[in-house]
């Protein structure tokens, strides 16, 4: 009787090289895109949690119904609080002060000012250089939902204030219905811009990337992320 050898299965040398250079070609023009979206997905997501907080800054001033409104302060480059004015204490007269040392906060001032921290890496951009993302041109209309036109980014405020009714002012000593924020345990830096055109904006810089996002409030009260 004969017998037949059966070829063993298996991969020839070439074979595995060919397929190798396909693998290689092919991360060689997928990675550094990918590399590349998950850069700027670290400063985009910034920017969204940013929006979130300022809406819910928002959402606070028209719920508790309250006659300062709500303030959004930046103290670093990094930090920004969240905080309702009015004086909850008996006699509840006056305005409560924002602390920004969270080590010397009472329980009352803790209940009223919310400190939020930017994420690792990511600040609070300085000039319109490292915020080249804003749009110049007005959005068509009919489309409120997309980011307005800033042109350039030029901070010079450290606040803006959201009313009981959800519209966004520009604080002012003169403006006792908007009056700037009175404050202690540190001092506000101006790293939000308010236009002539109603808009507060505070805009993300990723520096490892040199990446920009940008998160506005219109005089309506409306935010928006891009």
């Known amino acids: 009787m004969s017998q037949t050898r059966s070829r063993e299965g298996g991969f020839t040398l070439i074979e595995v090289l060919v397929v190798l250079g396909i693998i290689g070609v092919m991360s060689a023009v997928s990675i550094p895109r990918i590399l590349d979206y998950v850069r700027q997905s670290r400063v985009r997501a910034a920017a969204q949690e940013l929006s979130t907080q300022v809406n819910a800054a928002r959402m606070k001033a028209i719920t508790k119904n309250a006659n300062f409104g709500v303030l959004v302060v930046t ?5 920004y609080w969240i905080h309702i004015e009015d004086d909850v204490t008996p006699p509840k007269s006056g305005r409560q002060l924002l602390n920004m040392n969270s080590a010397t906060q009472t ?3 803790k209940a009223q000012s919310v400190g939020g921290q930017l994420p690792p ?3 609070f951009a300085t000039s319109s250089a490292q915020c080249p993302t804003l749009p110049s041109t007005a959005p068509p209309p009919g489309t409120p939902a997309l980011f307005p ?7 010079n405020a450290s606040s803006f204030r959201f009313s009981y009714l959800g519209a966004r002012c520009k604080p002012d000593s003169a403006d006792t219905t908007c009056p700037l924020p009175t404050t202690n345990g540190g001092t506000p830096t101006n790293l939000i811009m308010n236009d002539a055109s109603g808009n507060s904006t505070l805009c993300l810089w990723d520096a490892r990337v040199t990446r920009s996002r940008a998160v506005t409030v219109s005089s309506g009260g409306r935010v928006a992320a891009q």
């Open 107 to 109: 329980a009352e001032e």
């Open 149 to 155: 036109a800033i042109v350039s980014f030029a901070p």
């Open 121 to 123: 890496g990511i600040t």
């Open 75 to 79: 103290q670093d480059a990094t930090r």
